[in-house]
């Protein structure tokens, strides 16, 4: 929600005093998109590195299976979604780069509409592990497509060295999560950076290497005070700043100016709450005929609003955006279908109602 | 119509040469060119602009067209060039008149290859025409290699104008898509402290002539295929607009001197006058 906040200021500022917005947003975007971003990213793997704990939603291969088949599908059917809508308007172009964009899942975003649909709702952690995925993968993506600078073998070096000093730190047993983020850390953002990757995941490497709680606190729940291993502490330190940081990346990026939409926005709308959630639900249904099982109590119609709550693409699909297209007005017009698939929200939650899931069910 | 052949007419008298011929020197040895935007329609009045240009060009022996980006709407396969381009333009080309295109948002990237436009395949470049220096820029991907490049260009330069054209207006009063704020605060501080003189762009599809800003001149051309009537509001940046009819520019450089006049589809002019460096 602090992004909508950010997003909403930025939205207001940028129509309102132009040029000081686009000033202020050119000279924060490194520091917020390059640097801050990092520790949030840094803490979404933490959420999955604890997940693999015993107890944790990712721990057993055959519950994460269908989730990463739809999200597969998922993806597919946003591309072609994507890929179709410019073909028919016959649009080359500039803008065959942004799929990624509608293929994004903002994870807290979803699971919140999710939680609004039902508290404990059952498709919760379907949910999850399918943004995960998504996110995951269009990540790797966009990192090698997309490079921010021409490629240098040091950085592979250096980020293989941080990864080494990260592993030494594990071996004796240091508790405190700073050696791992001033060596590893700084070390891996250097060498994302002059390898041309975008330096934003450079945390993602090192995170897995800190000391964790033996069971998982909850995904996407904030860990409760007392838990003292290196990965706790980690979150406890950096969950305020990484609220700035996302409240800042959302005054960065979202301020598009209102006459700015064009064909990229409306491609982007149409593949993520169209082409998307129909890709999840061939996917799903393919599997289900090979003969993988729906989660339990989890039916087709939940299945259904899923798919639509995957589509809110919102924060991810903004990070994507900017790392598919530098400065320019198609970037512009890609960012206000990035931050109108919150829409997503809206349609998930009338399709609940309609297909009387969750809280819309009759007991 | 009727308008349209009185226009016809007044341009075939020697009157209306004569005017012509006054704010236009049409001097030997200037530099003279055209200005299209937003033209690649493929369409009648695209068609018909492109004769305007012909029929102008017999008078007023333009060598050079700019090309402010939607060089080609919808389809661009090889054939789409030529009906696109290669037959509206035919009169020019065959005149030895060329072309340097800049791409638009409607532009396919990989156009900056075909030889007509120009552009030595590249996105962004910069050639010389006598005193002046034209950089074109592709403000669709704004990168940061592109940034570093037109600052050391600009920079490197010593010519007398510096003219740099590219699809997305800084300043427009078009109601459709106006000022291109997000990078005009990119652009317009290197143009500043470099000396740019004139810029010319597209996209919206109109004729609108700005007030100089910073000491620069902007000029919108998006109007030499398509159009959208009325669409320009009026504001305190408005200099002159034109949105009534499709439009395309001619312009001559001679020493300290630019001549402009904007000339509608039907011939008549719209605009004109005169920047002294």
């Known amino acids: ?363 | 119509m009727r308008r349209r052949v009185a226009i016809l007419l007044l341009l075939l008298t020697p009157r209306g040469w004569r005017a012509f011929a006054q704010d236009l020197a049409n001097r030997p040895g200037s530099v003279k060119f055209a200005v299209i935007g937003d033209n690649g329609t493929g369409e009648r009045p695209e068609y018909e602009v492109a004769q305007q240009m012909a029929a102008f060009h017999a008078k007023f022996g333009f060598d050079t067209v700019i090309m402010l980006g939607d060089n080609m709407y919808g389809s661009q396969k090889p054939q789409d060039f030529v009906d696109k381009f290669e037959h509206p333009y035919k009169a020019l080309l065959d005149a030895g008149v060329r072309f340097y295109a800049s791409l638009g948002n409607h532009d396919d990237q990989t156009n900056r290859s075909y030889k007509l436009f120009n552009m030595g395949g590249e996105r962004y470049y910069t050639y010389v025409k006598n005193n002046v220096r034209f950089f074109v820029l592709d403000t669709d991907l704004l990168d940061s290699k592109q940034l570093a490049w037109i600052e050391a260009a600009l920079k490197d330069s010593s010519d007398e104008w510096k003219i740099c054209y590219f699809h997305h207006p800084l300043y427009s009063d078009g109601r459709t898509h106006g000022s291109q704020i997000d990078v005009r605060v990119v652009l317009e501080p290197l143009f500043v402290k470099y000396g740019v003189n004139v810029v010319f762009s597209g996209h919206d599809h109109v004729y609108e002539r700005i007030k100089p800003q910073k000491g620069i001149y902007y000029f919108v051309s998006g109007a030499a295929g398509q159009l959208r009537k009325g669409d320009v509001k009026r504001s305190e940046l408005t200099a002159a607009a034109f949105d009534q009819d499709q439009s395309f520019m001619l312009v001559e450089i001679d020493g300290r001197d630019l001549q402009f006049r904007v000339i509608s589809r039907t011939g008549q002019t719209v605009d004109s006058g005169a920047i002294k460096r």
């Not at chain 1, 060596?183 to 950076?193: D, K, L, N, P, T």
């Open chain 1, 1 to 363: 929600m602090i992004v909508a906040l950010g997003a909403l200021l930025a939205f207001v500022w940028a129509n309102t005093y132009g040029e000081s917005y686009f000033r202020f947003a050119r000279a924060l975007s490194f520091a917020v998109n390059d640097v801050g971003m990092t520790f949030f990213f840094a803490l979404m793997t933490k959420e999955v590195v604890e997940a693999t704990v015993p107890g944790g939603v990712l721990h057993t291969w055959r519950r994460v299976m269908l989730p990463v088949v739809a999200a597969v599908g998922g993806m597919i059917g946003a591309v072609l979604a994507y890929v179709a809508f410019l073909q028919l308007g016959d649009e080359a172009s500039v803008l065959a780069r942004g799929w990624p964009v509608a293929c994004a899942t903002d994870i807290a975003f979803s699971v919140f509409v999710a939680r609004t649909i039902g508290k404990r709702y059952p498709a919760i952690p379907f949910l999850l592990l399918l943004g995960i995925t998504v996110d995951a993968l269009s990540l790797v993506i966009v990192e090698v497509q997309f490079p921010i600078a021409d490629v240098h073998a040091s950085g592979a070096a250096l980020v293989a060295v941080a990864i080494g000093a990260s592993v030494a730190l594990r071996r004796y047993r240091v508790r405190s999560f700073w050696p791992y983020l001033l060596i590893g850390g700084v070390a891996s953002w250097f060498g994302f950076y002059l390898s041309g990757l975008n330096p934003v995941l450079a945390l993602v490497p090192i995170v897995p290497f800190l000391p964790h709680a033996a069971r998982d606190p909850g995904f996407f729940v904030e860990t409760p005070p007392g838990f003292r291993d290196a990965l706790s502490q980690f979150e406890y330190a950096w969950k305020y700043p990484v609220r700035l940081a996302l409240f800042l990346f959302g005054i960065v990026n979202a301020g598009v100016l209102i006459r700015g939409s064009g064909t990229g926005t409306s491609a982007v709308l149409v593949a993520a709450l169209v082409g998307k959630p129909l890709g999840i639900l061939a996917a799903v249904a393919l599997a289900v005929v090979a003969g993988l099982h729906l989660p339990h109590r989890v039916a087709w119609r939940d299945m259904v609003v899923v798919a639509i709550t995957a589509s809110i693409g919102f924060t991810f699909a903004l990070f994507f955006a900017t790392a598919a297209f530098p400065l320019g007005p198609v970037l512009i017009e890609v960012k206000i279908g990035a931050l109108l698939t919150i829409a997503g929200a809206l349609v998930a939650i009338g399709t609940a109602a309609m297909l009387r899931v969750g809280r819309f069910a009759h007991h």
